[in-house]
């Protein structure tokens, strides 16, 4: 089965720039996802198609997918970027989510 | 508003039943594919099922197959998930997402927005 890998935690200063990774076999020739739980919270979707913000995603985050890595990147990192992040991609008929990574903001 | 309303979870034996609901309103129910999503305490996301806009098609992770079923019902504009034999491992947060689907090459390819608060299902005798 389809595997996506990301890693467990990233910790980042406010006001600097925070990379999340999530890694698969060819994920480049399909499209990533991303979500961001707040704890206590439901997800919600931050990225779409790779690299595009739904409204209300403020444009210091971004994504990109290439290879076999698609990154989350979160610009100028606040305190309230503190959550976890899960990429997201769908194979043979089947949704498949990245191993979570905990954003943490020093 | 898109809103999502989980109910039907709770405490449950290992190997029994139990059948989760899902009322969604703010938008065009039959139009929508539909997921469940489920997250164990302290874990991550993992997708279980998904049904097409008129219920033809259905889809599960192989963990579910056979023991789940998922159903819906658009003149109630209601989402379902039937748990039979339900085991330890079953136990987490279940969520209703919206599913949203396009063509990409030769498969079709789905994403979850928005999700509902989720209803807890704690497998255990």
């Known amino acids: 089965s389809y595997e996506l890998t990301q890693p467990p935690s990233v910790s980042v200063s406010p006001g600097q720039t925070a990379s999340i990774t999530c890694s698969g076999d060819k994920l480049g020739d399909k499209y990533a996802w991303w979500y961001q739980q707040k704890p206590g919270q439901s997800p919600v979707l931050i990225i779409y198609q790779d690299n595009k913000r739904p409204s209300g995603i403020p444009e210091r985050i971004s994504g990109s997918n290439s290879g076999n890595t698609a990154t989350l990147t979160i610009s100028g990192t606040q305190a309230m970027d503190e959550a976890d992040y899960y990429c997201q991609a769908w194979d043979s008929s089947t949704g498949v989510f990245g191993t979570g990574t905990k954003v943490t903001v020093l | 508003e898109v809103q999502l309303v989980e109910s039907g979870g709770g405490l449950v034996q290992p190997g029994g039943s139990l059948r989760l609901s899902c009322a969604a309103s703010?938008?065009?129910?039959?139009?929508?594919?539909m997921s469940w999503v489920r997250q164990a305490p302290g874990k991550g996301l993992e997708w279980v099922a998904n049904i097409k806009q008129d219920g033809s098609e259905k889809y599960y992770v192989d963990s579910v197959k056979g023991r789940f079923t998922i159903s819906r019902d658009n003149a109630k504009n209601s989402l379902y998930l039937q748990m039979n034999s339900l085991r330890a491992e079953d136990t987490a947060v279940y969520y209703c997402?919206?599913?949203?689907?396009?063509?990409?090459?030769?498969?079709?390819?789905?994403?979850?927005?928005?999700w509902g608060q989720g209803t807890l299902v704690t497998v255990s005798s």
């Open positions: 997402a919206r599913d949203s689907d396009f063509w990409s090459g030769n498969q079709r390819v789905h994403w979850f927005d928005p």
């Open positions: 703010g938008f065009t129910f039959s139009s929508y594919w």
